[in-house]
Nanobody, 128 residues
């Protein structure tokens, strides 16, 4: 069983930056032929939307609205996924969730929450 713990959320002004971290522990996910880590976000009253995803080889997928502002990265040695968020906007305000799943990490699948087995508890990001 994989445990995911997010950190790095907080309150910032519009135009600011934040870096979220997601530390994975527990069962090694390297046993899976396909493995994908992703960030999702959910604002009050809205659905959970995919933000960015990355596989163990470092290939990435981004939602169109985040391209150029957000960067997902993976530190394999630390079992940690990061989401660097720049030029933050008030509409980025949401709870951000880290997810992991034994799926082929392509653009069609990696930003759909139903494809993921493991979830963190989320970290709040507020942009004013």
């Amino acid at each position: 069983h994989v445990q995911l713990v997010e950190s790095g959320g907080g309150s910032v002004q519009a135009g600011g930056t934040l870096r979220l971290s997601c530390a994975a522990s527990g069962q090694s996910y390297s046993r899976y032929d396909d493995w994908c880590m992703a960030w999702f976000r959910q604002a009050p009253g809205k659905e959970r939307d995919g933000v960015a995803a990355i596989d163990n080889d470092g290939s990435t997928t981004y939602a169109d609205s985040e391209k150029g502002r957000f960067t997902i990265s993976l530190d394999v040695a630390k079992n940690t996924v990061y989401l660097q968020m720049n030029s933050l906007k008030p509409e980025d305000t949401a709870v951000y969730y880290c997810a992991g799943g034994s799926i082929y990490c392509n653009a069609d699948r990696s930003l759909l929450p139903s494809n993921y087995n493991y979830w963190g508890r989320g970290t709040q990001v507020t942009v004013s």
